[in-house]
């Protein structure tokens, strides 16, 4: 079988690295530079037990773990220092690691390099078309030819946008602010710990790079098109200071896809943020785009392209996924909302266990796994 992957982010690698480890011949589409695919751009992702399983599978969690942070705990707290949660992870047997997503890529590609793969960087995909023999994609003024193609390029994904909706991915009034501050500046976290800020209409989260002279932050506030420093508005003075001594930082809107029914089309198949990109605060995004990865591959490996199992696998997946894009909406939403409406979910958030919490993290994971 000859399939295109197209997109290099953490589900297009781990599905190229699946289907060529499984006998296929794979060429990788990405629009980016080699430079700026694996360059250090932000913020670190959480990545669950279920996918370092996944990664296991890949042949690539010890490359992961030799470059990643282990989360022992997690500490949340509200305006004025109050607290509202303290998560031991590490006692209830969830071991969260947090990696960059330059790492969690490169990781990947070491593995799948040596395997024998074709990397087109710098592509510029002009459309697509299948026919009953295989799938063309128009890539930098040539054609690709494949047995299957698997759309793994992000929310704003052109292959969706051709084969499936033309409905773009919408904005949910928030951003994102990733950034990376030295330790020096007298804020003090331990390796493996990470810690949160839930303040009205503003939230911060940070943990100790894998090099432990770093700290790893992202700010979430509502979202203002013209700003280029994050508001910070009601944060305490010590975190203000990690954001403001910060030597990097990138900004992204936060967005989320209309949820599609189907993401299977004959010869081509959206996994990742392509099929049901959303918003952060479930930490779904990348630990559901490894699964698709490996789920779809081992389908289309098994069964070829086209066929009843790839649609009953991916219809069964998007019934999973479709819903979590609207509760993680929700969320965002609560844990961005006005003074009064925050206060009662900072009180919700306080008299909620953290056993009930950590059941909830830990069923959100297995939930993806498939019978
Ligand atoms: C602030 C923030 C924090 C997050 N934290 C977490 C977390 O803790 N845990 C978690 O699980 N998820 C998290 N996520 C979600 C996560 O970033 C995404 O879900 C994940 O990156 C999806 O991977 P993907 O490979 O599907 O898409 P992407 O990562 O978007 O990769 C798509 C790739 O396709 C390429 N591409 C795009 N268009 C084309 C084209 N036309 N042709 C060729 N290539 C193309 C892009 O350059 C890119 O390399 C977070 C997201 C944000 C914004």
């Not at 060429?27 to 399983?53: H, I, K, N, P």
């Not at 490359?63 to 303290?86: E, I, M």
């Not at 193609?149 to 084969?163: E, F, K, Q, T, Y």
Request: charged share 25%.
């Amino acid at each position: 079988m000859k399939a295109l992957v197209v997109g290099a982010g953490p589900a297009g690698l781990a599905t190229a690295l699946r289907l060529r480890r499984g006998g296929a011949d794979v060429v990788l589409v990405e629009r980016q530079s080699m430079e700026r695919l694996f360059a250090d751009a932000g913020g670190a992702y959480e990545l669950s037990t279920r996918s370092l399983e996944v990664l296991e599978s890949l042949g690539a969690a010890e490359l992961v773990r030799a470059r990643a942070t282990v989360l022992t705990h997690f500490v949340l707290r509200g305006p004025k220092d109050a607290p509202l949660q303290s998560l031991d992870l590490e006692r209830a047997g969830l071991p969260v690691v947090s990696i960059t997503r330059a790492e969690l890529q490169r990781s990947l590609w070491a593995v799948l390099e040596p395997l024998g793969v074709t990397l087109i960087t710098g592509a510029q995909v002009s459309g697509v078309v299948q026919d009953d023999d295989g799938v063309s994609l128009m890539v930098n003024e040539g054609v690709q030819r494949a047995d299957v193609l698997v759309a793994a390029d992000g929310v704003h994904s052109v292959i969706r946008r051709a084969c499936f909706s033309t409905e773009p991915a919408r904005e949910v009034g928030l951003a994102a602010w990733w950034g990376r501050t030295r330790i020096d500046t007298a804020f003090r976290l331990e390796q493996g710990h990470s810690f949160g800020v839930m303040v009205p209409q503003c939230s911060f989260v940070t943990t100790r790079a894998v090099s432990g002279d770093e700290l790893l932050w992202t700010v979430c506030e509502l979202a203002e098109p013209s700003r280029k420093q994050p508001r910070l508005d009601g944060l305490p003075a010590d975190v203000r200071r990690v954001v403001e001594g910060a030597h990097f930082t990138a900004r992204t809107r936060l967005l989320e896809q209309v949820p599609l029914a189907r993401w299977v089309d004959r010869r081509v198949c959206l996994v990742g943020d392509a099929a049901h990109g959303m918003t952060p605060f479930l930490g779904l995004g990348a630990n559901s785009a490894l699964e698709d990865a490996v789920l779809t591959a081992d389908t289309l490996l098994a069964h070829g392209p086209g066929s009843p199992e790839l649609t009953v696998l991916l219809d069964r997946r998007a019934r999973q996924l479709n819903p979590r894009i609207a509760e993680a909406r929700r969320l965002g939403r609560l844990m961005h909302a006005k003074p009064w409406l925050h206060a009662l979910f900072r009180l919700v958030t306080r008299l909620v266990p953290a056993s009930v919490v950590l059941w909830q993290l830990k069923a959100r994971h297995q939930r993806l796994v498939s019978p």
